[in-house]
């Protein structure tokens, strides 16, 4: 089993930056894939960034060129930089990680809050 744990959320104002964390532990030898997906009210959930283990990342077009998926191997640590925030970038975000020949993510963090104010 994996388990994965965010921190990082709170109140920030448009144009303001936070910096999501994710602290994975468990079987970890069995992911292959780790990202962010988030929900807004009355949404659905948005795949945000994703990094595979040799590093390619992909990013939803929303937040192309304001944020940034990193993740720091040796600490077993992932890490969501947003920058330029926007109201709209209001939501739950969930760190997700997909196991070795899975196509979807099948775990999940307890998600954190992050919400922008204009």
């Known amino acids: 089993q994996v388990q994965l744990v965010e921190s990082g959320g709170g109140l920030v104002q448009a144009g303001g930056s936070l910096r999501l964390s994710c602290a994975a532990s468990?079987?970890?030898?069995?992911?292959?894939?780790m990202g962010w997906y988030r929900q807004a009210p009355g949404k659905q959930r948005e795949l945000v960034a994703a990094?595979?283990?040799?590093?390619?990342?992909i990013y939803a077009d929303s937040v192309k060129g304001r944020f940034t998926i990193s993740r720091h191997n040796t600490k077993n640590m992932v890490y969501l930089e947003m920058n330029k925030l926007k109201p709209e970038d209001t939501a739950v975000y969930y760190c997700?990680?997909?196991?070795?020949?899975?196509?979807?993510?099948?775990?999940w963090g307890q998600g954190t809050q992050v919400t922008v104010s204009p």
């Open positions: 997700v990680a997909a196991s070795i020949l899975r196509i979807e993510f099948d775990h």
């Open positions: 468990g079987s970890l030898f069995t992911i292959a894939r």
């Open positions: 990094q595979t283990n040799g590093g390619t990342s």
